[in-house]
């Protein structure tokens, strides 16, 4: 572990992001409409009470999936990956300083899309604001410790962008949005059981019915920060000094 | 062991192996400290796989390779090698500045040499360009630069000076010379023979072999050839017909 490689890794890629104006806009606008649409979908409706919460932390998942798995895909590609692996930088603070330059940046997207539903849009959440952002930025955090692994088994970007359907989509289809997790078949349920979208899902839940913050929310919490770690974990076992 | 602590790399016996195809096989030769050591040979002969082994890259299936009196790749030799790939490995979506201020910072090297460094390839006037907005022998610079931060003890240095015009090539070559000077050890390919006369020594590969490993001047009055690519041509063909004299005998 070196400090000063994280926070230099860290500043790079945050420069990187600085130069590259439209991902930025993207990155904060797309998850602020597609919440905004589905607030004017189910216009006049609870629904966006009861899944508008749980969609705030899915977006940011998706989003930061996509950008940090084709994000160190370049990195492997065009060699620097290689340079600096000849220099005295550890595999995980290389690692970290993308999660530090994406956790950041997933704070910032996940104020503006949670601000954005909570004071705009007026979403209802029973629980507080804080421990709303605190699970948003979990998730993103999630999706890009997956996308940083992902990243190693994907030798071109068209099969980097193909994981996102391969490794978020089951995950959504599981996590408890479309149909409750306790009203699947024991199969189904066992799988969402190990998929940490399940247990972000849940903790948004909990945030959105309960207004004093539980065990269950923390227990969920500690769960997917145990799976970011995991997959930061193997992401570094991927990154290879040697290779063919 | 006296040799050891003279040579900056000692290849023992390489070989590496890719799929079913051997790339190099049992490759031997030492790199004198302070000297700049050509390593030629026409494209696919194996340069860039000795020089990935070098620096400890490369996968390797037998035999050894020391840098410094290290295992290469090993740890202390991090911030001790510099190492140029072919293609230019630098952030194209970072100014030159920026690029060499992150590699600076990883190498632990001092506030000054990025200054230094865009001096020494010539690219004060792009300090704070994109690099995607650069040419090709631009981006190959900043790359150098990149591997002079920290003032490594080996340079290794794959095709530094391809797509240049003559001038900077020069300049460059002259610049590999005053490093040299002052104890630099250069490894640097070529597939441009021309190139050659500017080694103080000269490895030539071919098929993953060494056909020699010599000064230039020697290599030219052994082969009595005039210039390094007629004597590349001669100790081929001077292979070929050993090969072909050792399967009528046998």
Request: charged letters at 15%; aromatic letters at 6%; hydrophobic letters at 50%.
């Amino acid at each position: 572990m070196n400090m000063r490689c994280t926070l230099a890794t860290a500043r790079r890629v945050l420069a990187q992001l600085r130069h590259d104006h439209r991902t930025l806009a993207l990155l904060l606008v797309v998850p602020c409409v597609l919440i905004a649409l589905l607030a004017w979908v189910f216009d006049g409706t609870p629904v966006f009470d009861v899944i508008g919460a749980p969609l705030l932390g899915v977006f940011p998942f998706v989003v930061m999936f996509l950008v940090t798995s084709v994000a160190t895909l370049r990195e492997r590609t065009s060699g620097t990956l290689e340079r600096l692996l000849t220099m005295p930088i550890g595999k995980l603070d290389f690692l970290l300083g993308y999660a530090l330059a994406f956790g950041a940046l997933a704070v910032v997207q996940a104020s503006v899309a949670s601000g954005l539903a909570l004071f705009v849009l007026g979403l209802d959440v029973a629980g507080p604001a804080w421990l709303l952002l605190t699970v948003a930025v979990l998730d993103a955090v999630l999706g890009m410790a997956l996308g940083l692994f992902v990243s190693a088994f994907a030798a071109s970007e068209f099969q980097a962008v193909q994981f996102m359907p391969a490794i978020v989509l089951p995950q959504f289809l599981l996590c408890g949005l479309l149909v409750p997790r306790e009203k699947m078949n024991d199969v189904l349920h066992a799988i969402s059981d190990v998929l940490p979208l399940s247990y972000a899902v849940d903790a948004m839940r909990s945030v959105t019915l309960s207004a004093s913050v539980q065990g269950d929310v923390w227990r969920d919490l500690l769960v997917v920060a145990g799976a970011v770690v995991l997959a930061l974990g193997l992401g570094a076992a991927t990154l290879r000094r040697r290779s063919a | 062991m006296m040799n050891n602590s003279i040579a900056a790399i000692a290849v023992d016996g390489l070989r590496v192996v890719r799929g079913s195809r051997t790339v190099l096989d049992g490759l031997s030769f030492e790199v004198r400290r302070g000297s700049v050591t050509g390593l030629l040979g026409p494209s696919g002969s194996g340069k860039t796989t000795v020089m990935r082994a070098i620096v400890g890259v490369q996968k390797i299936a037998g035999g050894g390779v020391e840098v410094l009196g290290h295992p290469a790749g090993s740890s202390p030799l991090r911030s001790r090698v510099g190492y140029v790939t072919q293609a230019p490995s630098v952030y194209a979506d970072l100014t030159v500045a920026e690029n060499l201020r992150y590699f600076a910072a990883v190498l632990g090297a001092p506030s000054g040499d990025v200054g230094r460094v865009v001096g020494e390839v010539g690219l004060e006037e792009y300090v704070d360009s994109l690099i995607a907005s650069l040419s090709g022998g631009q981006r190959a610079r900043v790359s150098l630069a990149a591997a002079l931060l920290g003032t490594p003890e080996l340079l290794v240095l794959d095709e530094p000076t391809v797509g240049l015009d003559p001038v900077l090539r020069r300049d460059l070559w002259r610049l590999f010379h005053e490093l040299a000077g002052a104890g630099t050890t250069l490894l640097i390919s070529s597939h441009v023979m021309d190139e050659a006369v500017r080694c103080d020594r000269l490895l030539l590969l071919r098929d993953g072999r060494l056909l020699a490993d010599d000064e230039p001047t020697a290599l030219l009055a052994q082969t009595g050839t005039a210039d390094v690519e007629a004597a590349f041509l001669a100790l081929v063909e001077g292979e070929s017909r050993n090969t072909t004299t050792v399967e009528v005998t046998s």
